[in-house]
């Protein structure tokens, strides 16, 4: 996928599971938020289920918290400037099963490489 580039078609963050949040992360999202840490933390994230750390909070259908959606269809995620490391590095750091075929920016790879991946 070393052609991959995101088209930010959000699909990514339609995907139910967990974001993981490290503590510089809650504070840069906080702050980017202008909100205190505790606050944050209250409001937007929950125990992962291992109990190893906070995962950010999902909307009732899945989706990131985070994900805004406009009149015209399009998606954005309210904290693209500082979002978690998790969501930076999709797809070639981390990805969900079937990701490909939810993914425009995957499929864009895909027509234009003649399916090499």
């Given amino acids: 996928m070393r052609d991959f580039e995101c088209v930010r078609c959000g699909n990514c963050c ?10 510089s992360e809650i504070d840069a ?3 980017f938020l202008e909100m205190d840490e505790s ?3 209250e409001r937007y994230t929950a125990l992962m289920p291992d109990r190893q750390g906070l995962t950010l909070v999902e909307k009732p259908d ?3 918290i985070f994900l805004e959606e406009d009149e015209e269809g399009g998606s954005r995620c309210r904290i693209h400037p500082v979002k978690p490391f998790q969501c930076g590095t999709f797809p070639q750091k981390w990805n969900f099963p079937g990701w490909e075929l939810e993914c425009a920016g995957a499929k864009r790879v895909k027509r234009n490489t003649g399916d090499r991946q």
């Fill in 62 to 64: 899945g989706s990131c």
């Fill in 39 to 41: 606050e944050f933390i």
């Fill in 14 to 23: 339609r995907w139910p599971g967990c974001v993981k949040v490290s503590g």
């Fill in 29 to 31: 999202i906080a702050a």
